[in-house]
């Protein structure tokens, strides 16, 4: 009976949609059309009937008053019966959202106290029409009435008014409100509570939105958001086409006009893509001082237009036991590698223990495919959308990655350490050097945990391979680099950079097995060492390489050792630092050694494919020199002369290098510059040592390693000599620690070394003249640009954490970011303070107000209260002073930056500053005029500082006190 009055076609449907540019649209219709509106009709079981024409993917609310007492009937008294038709008059399957009986989709009248009760519909895709029935169900007759009159609105409005008709080729734009309540003329405040509208993508997938900031208010950098939500036709989430940042609050991203007010930015919604809701909300501004005109501006993209964007990530994948790359594609089908990579996001709340496994299949659709077909890309996200990398992968600029073999089907798996605060793990493809159609991935991945105790890095087995040894100490805290054990085959120049950066257990072939039970190191290091930490006693010599020159093994404590390591489960590093010269050398074979370790480190790049292709090693990594800035730092301990400086070797038997240094010293002598050649072989009998005579009187001794920093000192130029100028990564160690010196670096030319420090170094020899060419200005700035790029990423405990990460040794890295702390002596200062938050986003990751002596105790927690919301933490001074006072508390890294409200220095500078703390103990001045020399005292204030110092800079600020400052 029900359905025979729901097919009736004589009544006339009501059209909702008007087509107008200015709001959703809304409408009165009549349940009863013989009646007047403000008639009360009972309802029956016989339902009132109305047609509603509907947008495809739009959402439609009714609300209508019920005139009887609340209290005489309950929640099920009324019901509201929904049929969804074609344009064909055939129905189609809800959205969802809605329950389902046998009589059909349905929703129950549950009226407010106010008798207003409010029913909101999502329209399916293919939907145009919408049958609602209005009638009685468990109330008895006469019980529940309605108004005849029922508000029905439209709350999803198309960016164009018309669907693109076939074959059409011209862009769209259209002009849209962003609140229904207002025209496009008005102004709206923007506030905490979203303001919200909904957008069709059924035809236009890429579009530009472009509004307006009004009024004399200065919008901040994150005064003001946008918040997404894409959803398919069902209305559940899909994400967005390109990457959006994540966070708590879901896809976000920042307001940030231009000087007229006038912001943009682009939507581009993914193939099942049916709406997305766009929301606007106030941020760091306080709620209704930012205002914006109700008019947007809608401009339809070409599909190009998200191209060069990175591809977005989709939505969040629940059902653990069914991940899909292509949601559009059934589970365990077959889906086509593209060139735009393709993610899954697999949060990680059921995924227990600290490695978990990921595996997928390939199969290649032709013959003749590469090792490195395409790419597994792979990274971890914390709860607020921000990415963290794997440990154990190279990594791009944009990610982490595995190639992929297309050689045969095969599955691809990686095992992955989970690292802390890592709440999402992202799963993608892309193809590299195999052409579309050419790769088929199955669209299922599988995601499991190996163990829910901690895991230690893969051991490499004989016949390729693997294991996972699974220690029982599961709860016990990652440690920080530096409190790792490292047992340490090396010469003295490497020892040196090296020690710092964990604690280091010396072996020697009579001792190693002693230390080793003793010490129980974590890893094993060694490099293409030629002597020994010990340079005079050499144990270690003619005992790391092969060589065809030996009739018996000279390598029996070292295999020995990796016998050892394998059966402990300790892994094993070896870092051939003599790549490329002798790769294939077999009197001095290095390589021979390096592929019996589990992980093989090399300097230059261009050898990691050989280890792989020609020994079949599977994990080879590029670790390039670096500096230790505890050696070799800028502090300025007397003044330098101005010309250049040598610390190296003549080797005659090098025809193209002698003659290269031949012009270069020519070319600095010429230049009236002083030239000082320490000379490494001072003393030697060896003629191939032997300076030329023209440049004997310029020589003198070497100086020992520990001294070398201040022979590079002595010059405001050092000059870099390298013998491998064909290497993109294998240069000479001097030219980091010449740069973190403080001293411009001049050398003969190199592609490797021009494109690894751009900008950052000078060349001379045949064809250049740059030392020629110097003035005073261009050489300070390139001092104090290659001194910062050094100190912030090639130090030797970067060097030390990229090891442990390609090898997947958990521990904690280190915190780089900085607590901010501001002291302010009134509530506009504070207020001040919250606002330069922006301007140190980059750098800073917490704030801290200290409230001054103006301030009371107890001001902390009111103010606290007021003004938590922005992010930052209220310290009274009051209480700093009489109480204990524990830094951890308030710093979330090692250092603070302490900078007053008013202060002129740039979060530039902060991070510079903070680079220096790699080598100094005490507080460092910021900008201070005076750089790289140490002051008995300084005032409180614009100083960056470790832990430590925290109490004393909260108690002193603004004071002029005694300690061992540090001027930068």
Not at 517 to 526: L, T, V, Y
Request: glycine share 6%.
């Amino acid at each position: 009976m029900l359905r025979k009055l729901f097919d009736r076609q004589e009544i006339q449907p009501h059209s909702i949609w008007t087509g107008e540019d200015t709001a959703q649209p809304r409408s009165f219709v009549l349940l009863d059309s013989n009646s007047d509106p403000d008639a009360h009709l009972v309802l029956r079981k016989r339902p009132y009937e109305v047609r509603l024409q509907v947008v495809p993917g739009s959402e439609v609310t009714s609300t209508f008053q019920t005139v009887s007492n609340p209290d005489q009937h309950g929640t099920k008294s009324g019901i509201i019966w929904v049929k969804f038709l074609d344009s064909s008059g055939t129905e189609v399957p809800s959205r969802g959202r809605i329950s389902k009986g046998r009589q059909g989709n349905y929703v129950y009248i549950v009226p407010n106290a106010l008798g207003v009760s409010e029913t909101t519909l999502y329209i399916p895709m293919d939907c145009t029409e919408v049958v609602l029935g209005f009638a009685l169900w468990k109330g008895y007759a006469g019980s529940l009435s309605l108004t005849n009159a029922v508000r029905v609105r439209h709350n999803v409005l198309p960016p164009f008014s018309e669907s693109r008709q076939s074959g059409a080729g011209d862009l769209r734009s259209n002009r849209i409100s962003v609140s229904r309540e207002h025209g496009t003329a008005s102004e709206v405040g923007l506030g905490r509570e979203p303001l919200s509208l909904d957008i069709s993508t059924l035809d236009a997938k890429h579009l530009r939105v472009q509004g307006q900031f009004v009024g004399s208010e200065p919008v901040g950098l994150r005064d003001a958001v946008a918040l997404f939500r894409f959803a398919d036709k069902h209305g559940a989430e899909v994400g967005s086409l390109t990457d959006i940042p994540r966070g708590p609050v879901g896809e976000y991203i920042y307001l940030v006009p231009d000087s007229s007010g006038a912001f943009s930015f682009e939507v581009h919604a993914p193939s099942d893509c049916a709406s997305v809701r766009i929301a606007f909300a106030a941020w760091h501004a306080e709620p209704g001082k930012l205002r914006i005109l109700n008019a947007l501006d809608i401009v339809e993209l070409g599909t190009e237009s998200a191209d060069d964007l990175r591809p977005g990530f989709g939505p969040p994948q629940t059902n653990g036991k069914a991940l899909q790359f292509n949601r559009l594609h059934e589970l365990g089908a077959n889906v086509a590698v593209t060139s735009r990579a393709r993610w899954a996001r697999i949060p990680l709340a059921d995924t227990k223990g600290p490695q978990i496994q990921v595996q997928f299949s390939v199969i290649p659709q032709v013959e003749g495919l590469s090792r490195k077909s395409a790419l597994a890309l792979l990274e971890f996200a914390d709860k607020d959308g921000g990415r963290i990398c794997p440990a154990g992968l190279p990594t791009s600029e944009e990610y982490a990655y595995k190639y992929i073999d297309g050689r045969r089907p095969n599955d691809v798996s990686l095992t992955l350490t989970v690292p802390r605060g890592a709440t999402e793990l992202r799963v993608g493809t892309v193809l590299w050097e195999a052409a579309a159609g050419e790769l088929l991935t199955s669209n299922q991945i599988w995601v499991k945990a190996l163990s829910a105790s901690k895991q230690v890095p893969a051991k490499k087995k004989a016949g390729g391979t693997s294991t996972v040894a699974v220690i029982d100490d599961a709860d016990e805290a990652p440690r920080r680099a530096r409190e790792l054990k490292v047992a340490l085959i090396a010469d003295e120049f490497t020892y040196n950079c090296f020690k710092y950066e964990f604690n280091p257990i010396v072996i020697e072939p009579h001792n190693w097995r002693e230390r080793f039970e003793a010490d129980r190191p974590d890893i094993f290091f060694c490099e293409s060492a030629w002597s020994g930490v010990d340079s005079e006693k050499r144990p270690w010599k003619g005992r790391i390489y092969a060589s065809s020159n030996f009739a018996r093994e000279n390598r029996t404590e070292l295999l020995e050792i990796l016998e050892w390591c394998d059966n402990e489960d300790i892994p094993t590093v070896f870092w051939n630092k003599e790549d490329p010269t002798h790769f294939d050398d077999k009197v001095h074979n290095f390589i021979d050694t390096a592929v019996r370790f589990d992980h093989v480190f090399t300097t230059d790049v261009t050898c990691v494919p050989r280890y792989e292709e020609e020994y079949g090693h599977s994990s080879v990594h590029c670790l390039p020199f670096a500096t230790q800035p505890k050696l070799f730092n800028p502090i300025e301990t007397s003044p330098r002369d101005q010309g250049v400086s040598f610390a190296g070797s003549w080797y005659a038997n090098h025809l193209d290098r002698s003659k290269e240094m031949e012009v270069i010293f020519d070319q600095i002598l010429d230049a009236g510059m002083d030239l000082r050649i320490f000379d490494r072989f001072w003393g030697s009998e060896d003629e191939l040592h032997h300076f030329p005579e023209r440049y004997r009187p310029f020589t003198n001794p070497a100086v020992p390693h520990s001294k070398i920093a201040d022979a590079y000192k002595s010059t405001t130029l050092g000059l870099n000599i390298n013998t491998v100028t064909s290497s993109p990564t294998m240069f000479a160690r001097r030219i980091f620690e010449l740069m973190s010196c403080n001293t411009l670096v001049v050398s003969n030319y190199s592609e490797g070394v021009a494109e690894f420090f751009k900008g950052r170094i000078l060349f001379a020899g045949d064809g250049h003249s740059d030392v020629q060419d110097l003035d005073a200005a261009t050489a300070d700035h390139v001092r104090h640009a290659a001194l910062h790029d050094v100190l912030a990423h090639h130090t030797y405990e970067r060097r030390f954490e990229q090891i442990l990460d390609s090898i997947g040794f958990d521990y904690a890295k280190s915190h780089r970011m900085i607590t901010l702390v501001c002291p302010v002596e009134s509530e506009a200062e504070l207020n001040q303070a919250i606002a330069r938050q922006g301007e140190y986003v980059d750098v800073v990751d917490r704030v801290v107000i200290v409230l001054g002596r103006s301030f009371q105790k107890s001001d902390a927690s009111y103010f606290q209260a007021k003004y938590g919301r922005f992010g930052v933490v209220i310290l009274s001074w009051a209480w700093a002073v009489n109480e204990s006072l524990d830094p951890s508390t308030f710093i979330s890294g090692d250092s603070f930056a302490f900078i007053s409200p008013d202060s002129t220095v740039s979060a530039k500078a902060i991070y510079e500053a903070s680079l220096h703390r790699a080598y100094v103990d005490g507080p460092v001045v910021i900008q201070s005029g005076e750089p790289y020399r140490f002051s008995a005292q300084h005032a409180v204030e614009d100083i960056v500082a470790g832990p430590a110092f925290f109490k004393k800079a909260v108690v002193n600020y603004g004071k002029t006190i005694s300690d061992n400052f540090y001027l930068v």
